[in-house]
Nanobody, 122 residues
Framework: QVQLVESGGGLVQAGGSLRLSCAAS????????MGWYRQPPGKQRELVAL???????NLADSVKGRFTISRDNDKNTVYLQMNSLKPEDTAVYYC????????????????WGQGTQVTVSS
């Protein structure tokens, strides 16, 4: 089994900052990409940011210059630093991890966190 534990969501005023964390644990052999998606109220889930094991990042245009994604490979943890938050950033944020569970099974699988609410007031 694989567990993803998220933390760091909450309520913040526009212009404020929050930092999300997501730690992966359990049956893990190799972690590939890690990242964050979000689902605003009444909308579909969308990509926020991804990061490769080597540190290459891909951020949505809407968050470039405001959000930073990073990871600690030793701790199997991914972070999302969110600055200059806007009301339109309000959403449930989901941690995403693509990983391989065992040495003998070469299949990579996607795992999702339970979601953490981020609310930005105007």
């Amino acid at each position: 089994q694989v567990q993803l534990v998220e933390s760091g969501g909450g309520l913040v005023q526009a212009g404020g900052s929050l930092r999300l964390s997501c730690a992966a644990s359990g049956s893990i052999f190799i972690i590939n990409a890690m990242g964050w998606y979000r689902q605003p109220p009444g909308k579909q889930r969308e990509l926020v940011a991804l990061i490769t094991p080597g540190g290459s990042t891909n951020l949505a245009d809407s968050v470039k210059g405001r959000f930073t994604i990073s990871r600690d490979n030793d701790k199997n943890t991914v972070y999302l630093q969110m600055n200059s938050l806007k009301p339109e950033d309000t959403a449930v944020y989901y941690c995403y991890v693509n990983l391989r569970r065992t040495a003998w099974n070469t299949k990579y699988e996607d795992y999702w966190g339970q979601g953490t609410q981020v609310t930005v007031s105007s």
